[in-house]
């Protein structure tokens, strides 16, 4: 049975733990739209936006989110949870930060091993930042809120929400190609693959970290899920 995080249990380090899965799941979105070989559903829809109105890919990022936090808000009759809102302002100010520092390759099958890299990277971004377990992000968050309004299975309410910005990002001029399918196939089998690795990696270091801190202090006492107290020496 996997271990989960208490409130306010290592809050400092899941923290940055979290944000450094965000600034990599950034870097690999940018890997993928620099790729120039389509990119993921909501990247379209961005792509797309900034062909139509100006402003940068993050910076749509970030305006899309705060629609979306707010649409969720109003769904659940509660303030967003912190972990949304710095998802959706660090992802946004990363993804621009790395599209300035990325070039699109010349040849095909560079493009495409950065766009493969990207999916990789993204997926592994996702489990990074899920396992400290700071909440979910903005379109992660609608889709929760969407799933308990209409009842309707997390795929069914998924596939919906992808199929539509999908659409409009096409219509607005986003880049629709093979990297969009392969990411639509792909993304669900990295994260699945890679999120327990991730958890298990973020809980070691953690518990790792807390030992070291306190490594010349003598016997400490420290809680866990169970009620008990273990002993380190």
């Known amino acids: 049975m996997e271990r989960t995080f208490v409130k306010g249990e290592h809050l400092l380090s899941r923290w940055l733990i979290f944000m450094a899965g965000l600034i990599i799941m950034s870097f690999g979105i940018a890997m993928m739209i620099t790729a120039d070989l389509g990119s993921a559903p909501w990247d379209v829809l961005h792509i797309g936006l900034q062909k139509q109105l100006g402003l940068t890919v993050g910076t749509w990022s970030i305006i899309m989110g705060i629609f979306i936090i707010g649409f969720t808000s109003l769904l659940q009759k509660e303030w967003p949870q912190s972990g949304g809102i ?3 302002v660090l992802v946004g100010v990363f993804i621009d930060i790395f599209l300035f520092l990325l070039s699109t ?3 095909f099958v560079f493009k495409l091993l950065m766009l ?6 993204i997926g592994y971004g996702i489990g990074i930042y899920i396992a400290p377990e700071c909440g979910a992000g903005p379109r992660d968050s609608l889709m929760i809120a969407l799933q308990e309004k209409t009842g309707w299975k997390v795929s069914r309410v998924r596939g919906i929400m992808e199929i539509t910005v999908l659409s409009a990002g096409w219509f ?9 399918i392969l990411f639509c196939i792909g993304i669900g089998h990295v994260v699945g693959f890679a999120l327990p690795q991730c958890r298990k990696l973020v809980h070691r270091l953690i518990e790792r970290g807390v030992k070291c801190e306190d490594i010349n202090q003598g016997t400490i006492r420290t809680n866990y899920n169970d009620g008990f107290s273990k002993k380190i020496r």
């Open 116 to 121: 493969l890299l990207g999916i990789l990277i």
């Open 172 to 180: 607005l001029g986003g880049p629709v190609f093979i990297g969009t």
């Open 86 to 88: 710095a998802n959706m």
């Open 105 to 107: 390759p010349d040849a």
